[in-house]
C-alpha cells in the first residue's frame, strides 16, 4: 500500500514489515531419522494433543532451532529441564531418552507436517 509495502493494517498499527528468502521449514531443520521416534505411541501422541499447549510447543521449536548456538553445557542443562518437566507433563518413562532427545522428537512430532 505504501513505499514500504504496508498493509493498511501496518499502517494503522505502525508496524514495520521485513521481507525474508523463503519460508522456514521445521522439516528441513531436522534430520531425517527423527521423524521415527519411540514417542509416536498411540497414547503418546493423545497425550501430546491434549497436554501440549501453543506456548509449549513455541518454546520447544525456539529452544530446537537456538540449541545449536548455546554452549554445550547451557544447552545440556536446558534441554534436560526442559526434558524433566515433558516427562512429567507428558507421563513418560523412558529413562534410555535423553532431555535433548525427548526435546527434538516431541518437536519433530508436534511440526511435522502429515502424509
Known sequence: MDPL???LGDLAAD???IREEGQLGF???LPPS???NSLRTPRTLRLIRHRIGLELREYL???CLRAEGLEARARFDLMEAAGRHLRER???DDPHLSGENLVRDLTSILYDKPA
Open 5 to 7: 509495502s504496508r498493509r
Open 15 to 17: 508496524t514495520l514489515v
Open 27 to 29: 522439516r528441513v531443520l
Open 34 to 36: 527423527r521423524r521415527f
Open 61 to 63: 521449536l525456539t529452544l
Open 90 to 92: 507428558l507421563d513418560l
